[in-house]
């Protein structure tokens, strides 16, 4: 089953996503489950959040992979929420 991470940077925090990218990214590659994932920019084009579609058996087990993740341990999100997802609309659903 796939779900999204939406998240919103706290503000003022480009250092410390910039600090835990590498982990963040290293816990990506480990767990595997990320089908497409990026950061949301601000109008100046810095990182300000994040997208991530990835694969979990149940929000359970989603829940539990996005508190997992070192940006979520390091107290980078002012907000975010994880959901079931559906692609619909989008050539790429056949790489889903």
Not at 68 to 79: I, N, Q, R, T
Request: hydrophobic share 45%.
């Amino acid at each position: 089953m796939l779900f999204v991470v939406i998240a919103t940077d706290k503000l003022d925090s480009l250092n410390l996503r910039l600090q835990t990218r590498e982990a963040h990214f290293a816990y990506a590659q480990e767990t595997g489950v990320i089908k497409l994932g990026g950061p949301f920019l601000n109008e100046a084009g810095e990182m300000c959040g994040s997208l991530i579609i990835f694969e979990a058996t149940d929000i359970e087990a989603a829940r539990a992979w996005h508190a997992s993740d070192p940006y979520v341990k390091a107290g980078l999100f002012a907000h975010s929420e994880v959901r079931p997802w559906k692609p619909t609309f989008n050539p790429m659903n056949a790489h889903f």
